[in-house]
């Protein structure tokens, strides 16, 4: 299988633990998007690299969440101190063309803090 | 604050009918416009999209209509098929995608 890869697909952990979530984009694919999707909402951008620059983070991004792609290729999410809050899927995707909007996401890593 | 807004969260149709899904965008600067469908424990996956110099593009059973003088776009389904049945969200481009709140679509046999 090809696609974006997210690992793990479900986290369950205690209020102020620190987690850390796994995306590996397809191969070809510059361009790497962490999304937030919480219940009855749509996905909520966090953050996006080309290859290994962070280039945009939302302010949805709080000083506990930090992304990291070290060598454009892969990428971590680590959310530090976890609140009941930060309960939410999480969506890796990416995207190799110009931008025409089309990303192509995995399957979503679930984290629940309880 | 919220630029892209499906206000249906929901639609029922019998099998073989239309659905057709609006979207309200409040951003004049979108330079494309998606439509994604996503099924319960999946991530959301591409359908159709149409660049903002276009006012409709189609594909197989797809119609996406755009209206830029109403910041309005529709997803047309026709005929309904019961494997349709998902949540659908519009989403707009303008350096990065910016989803709505989805609706979710019952296709009833």
């Known amino acids: 299988d090809t696609g974006v890869s997210q690992d793990p697909r479900h986290k369950i952990t205690k209020r102020g633990q620190n987690v850390t979530f796994r995306c590996d984009p397809i191969s070809e694919h510059n361009r790497l998007y962490w999304y937030r999707q919480t219940l009855g909402q749509g996905p909520e951008f966090l953050t996006y690299f080309q290859n290994e620059a962070q280039l945009e983070k ?18 971590t999410l680590e959310i530090q101190r976890t609140e009941q809050g930060d309960s939410a899927m999480y969506l890796c995707a990416s995207n190799g063309r110009e931008n ?9 890593s679930r984290l629940t803090v309880l | 604050d919220q630029q892209v807004k499906q206000n249906s969260p929901s639609l029922s149709v019998q099998e073989g009918r239309i659905s057709i899904l609006n979207c309200d965008y409040t951003n ?52 309904s098929q019961p494997g349709d049945s998902a949540v659908y969200f519009c989403a707009a481009s303008w350096g990065k995608l910016q989803f709505g709140a989805g609706t979710q679509v019952v296709v009833t046999p």
Request: proline content about 5%; hydrophobic content about 35%; glycine content about 8%.
């Open chain 2, 28 to 79: 004049s600067m979108f330079d494309y416009f998606l439509w994604y469908k996503k099924y319960p424990a999946e991530g959301p996956t591409f359908l159709i999209s149409i660049s903002s110099i276009k006012d409709k593009n189609e594909d197989g059973r797809f119609t996406v209509f755009l209206n830029k003088s109403a910041k309005h776009l529709s997803l047309h389904i026709v005929p």
């Open chain 1, 100 to 108: 025409t909007g089309e990303l192509f996401f995995g399957e979503g």
């Open chain 1, 58 to 75: 939302s302010r949805l991004l709080s000083d506990r969440f930090s992304a990291e792609r070290p060598k454009g290729s892969f990428s």
